[in-house]
């Protein structure tokens, strides 16, 4: 059975929007709130499945939104995975806020164990961070409207038990809906909802009608679940000079597999892999890149070759730098965050040789960062991911080159 977003959000939640409620009196257009300035993270609750027979249910207390009144969804059986979505900021100013996307993804829900599964960058302005925050005055610019494909509807909405005045956008297509719902004072999305769907699906139409067919549905959530502000103790320290548009740094290592020794099973030989960060643009103390990962295939073709969008900045615990002198200030295993939501601790492990350690540390997975301590430049990393009643999957990458 797929999971779905319920009704009980939590009190952590609650607590969660019920802050928002109050510190986003002063946000206005053409003006960043405090959740979007340099150091802040904000999570959701992220979503997927893929089933068969669902439908779409009318329900005061439900999260989608669907003709201007709330539903919750009902499915037959499918399967999906759930997880977060975490956004960093790392620079922010009115022309341009940047954020370092991160992926988990709940490997044990009864243990809420989160592992990291990838990483992403995001860039806005004052104007709007993609569909994670528009500005309050846009919002409040939105009237109930119906074009015969986008639907905008306003009113109360129960969230957590809290009261919240909201704008909620509908889109419908040719099997498609998608939906996002948005706190009028703050401008955060509370929650968005996308449904695709194949050839002979149960659905409710227009008209409320049940329409039962033989076909799938993939549906999508996100959900709020709160925001809170990572103290990086270097977050204002300028970029490294090396920092630069046009700058390339090369790392190289392997993948490979490590078992239990209770498997009985012989190692496994490492794959190659090759990872290029080519820095793009310069903004405030972070700057613009993309990740260019190559990795062994079969042997006598060719690596597969994969580009990605990342940030880097100061305002990071486990980025390409930290500033040297700040490894003098902490002690062995001290604590430098931990995150109430993934559930991962990051701390500094001491010195090792000529490199600071710095750790993030989770429950089915962990990355060592070894940064050179006279030009602050990450030179070894290691993430290692748990597999139950298996062993591990290990990355290892050197820095090999600068150009």
């Known amino acids: 059975m797929a999971n779905h977003p319920g009704h009980n959000l939590g009190p952590r939640i609650a607590a969660a929007l019920l802050a928002l409620l109050l510190l986003g009196t002063t946000v206005a257009f053409a003006q960043l709130p405090d959740f979007l300035q340099v150091g802040s993270r904000l999570t959701w609750e992220g979503g997927n499945a893929t089933f068969q027979g669902a439908r779409m249910v009318p329900d005061p207390n439900g999260l989608y939104q669907r003709n201007g009144q709330p539903h919750r969804l009902e499915d037959t059986r499918g399967g999906g995975g759930i997880g977060l979505i975490q956004l960093n900021i790392v620079a922010s100013s009115q022309e341009v806020v940047i954020a370092d996307l991160r992926y988990f993804l709940n490997t044990d829900m ?46 109360a909405r129960q969230f957590a038990g809290q009261t919240f005045n909201v704008v909620s956008i509908e889109n419908t297509g040719q099997g498609s809906y998608s939906s996002q719902t948005y706190d009028l004072v703050s401008g955060l999305l509370l929650f968005s909802g996308t449904l695709n769907t194949a050839e002979g699906t149960r659905i409710t139409d227009d008209n409320g009608q049940v329409r039962d067919f033989q076909g799938t549905v993939a549906q999508s959530h996100k959900m709020f679940l709160g925001l809170r ?8 320290q300028p970029l490294p000079d090396w920092a630069t548009p046009g700058r390339l740094s090369f790392y190289q290592g392997e993948t490979r597999a490590e078992y239990n020794q209770s498997t009985g099973l012989p190692p496994l030989g490492g794959q190659q892999v090759a990872v290029t960060y080519a820095f793009d643009r310069r903004v405030g103390n972070a700057v613009i890149s993309r990740a260019i990962v190559q990795s062994a295939t079969t042997q006598g073709l060719p690596p597969l070759e994969t580009t990605s969008p990342r940030v880097f900045g100061s305002a990071m615990l486990d980025g390409l730098w930290v500033p040297p002198q700040a490894f003098s200030e902490f002690q062995p295993q001290q604590l430098l965050d931990q995150d109430p939501y993934s559930g991962h601790s990051t701390f500094f492990a001491g010195i090792n040789g000529n490199f600071g350690v710095i750790v993030v540390h989770g429950a089915g997975d962990s990355l060592e960062q070894y940064y050179d301590l006279g030009s602050g430049m990450l030179s070894f990393s290691r993430y290692r991911q748990l597999t139950a009643n298996f062993g591990s999957s290990v990355t290892e990458l050197q820095l090999v080159g600068q150009q």
């Open 229 to 236: 502000q990572v103290n990086v103790p270097w977050m204002n």
């Open 110 to 155: 009864q243990r809420s164990v989160h592992v990291s599964t990838g990483t992403d960058a995001l860039v806005g302005n004052a104007n709007g961070l993609d569909e994670y925050w528009l500005p309050p005055a846009r919002l409040a610019a939105m009237q109930p409207s119906f074009n015969g494909r986008t639907r905008v509807t306003r009113g």
